[in-house]
């Protein structure tokens, strides 16, 4: 699996938009770049994933870029309740196989009042 | 469904002691997936299933540690003598086979070995 970069931490200011970026220039062109989040002392939490196209769901956008090294997750009105460490990672998908999923060291977003 | 359901959640143990996490992946799911935790080394895959056989223990640390998974709705993960290096919060987490699926992980328990 391709290798991820993200920045350590984060701030964001309550009611704004949270843009979390995410590096993975080794990105090959079958693996899909996953998002998950770990709030303090939960099990991490799926947010999205996508493989090329930008993708929306009721959590967060994820916009990949068209070489597809680089992509940047978007919460778009950050609460404080999405203080958490954001994890990045690219894989491949589980059919036929299951992929693990290796996680880094993450984003640590904290959203202040 | 209740989530991937893990027990206890907080666990206490001497060193020396046998010491056996339990978790209850979401009906259905094909895969099931055991994960330890610690602030020196993050997240790491210990071991995972497919249909309840262990396909992948390239990440179990030791031969102290052992996971089973008896029928599609249990597993185990026994550690046999804990060190208080074990400590650690270990987390299971099941999907579905698939494209592209989800992980779905447990609240986790917090192991600490005195």
């Known amino acids: 699996d391709a290798k991820t970069t993200q920045p350590t931490s984060m701030d964001c200011a309550e009611g704004r938009a949270a843009n979390l970026p995410c590096n993975h220039s080794t990105i090959s062109g079958n693996e899909y770049v996953y998002w998950y989040r770990q709030i303090h002392s939960q099990g991490p939490q799926y947010i999205i994933h996508?493989?090329?196209n930008n993708e929306t769901n009721e959590m967060a956008s994820l916009i990949i870029t068209e070489d597809r090294k680089s992509s940047t997750l978007i919460l778009p009105h950050a609460t404080l309740r999405d203080t958490a460490v954001y994890y990045c990672i690219v894989s491949l998908p589980s059919s036929g196989s299951a992929r693990q999923l290796t996680f880094g060291s993450g984003t640590q977003l904290t959203v202040l009042p | 469904d209740a989530g991937v359901i893990q027990s206890p959640r907080h666990e206490v143990t001497e060193m020396g002691q046998e010491v056996t996490l339990r978790c209850k992946p979401i009906s259905g799911h094909d895969y099931l997936f055991w994960y330890r935790q610690t602030m020196m080394r993050g997240l790491e895959l210990l071991i995972y299933f497919n249909n309840n056989v262990p396909i992948d223990d390239s990440g179990m640390p030791e031969d102290r540690f052992s996971a089973k998974m008896p029928n599609a709705s249990f597993s185990t993960l026994k550690i046999q003598p804990s060190e208080p290096r074990d400590s650690a919060v270990y987390f299971c987490?099941?999907?579905?086979?698939?494209?592209?699926?989800?992980?779905?992980f447990g609240q986790g328990t917090r192991l600490t070995v005195v």
């Open positions: 996508g493989l090329k």
């Open positions: 987490a099941s999907r579905l086979q698939g494209w592209s699926t989800e992980a779905f």
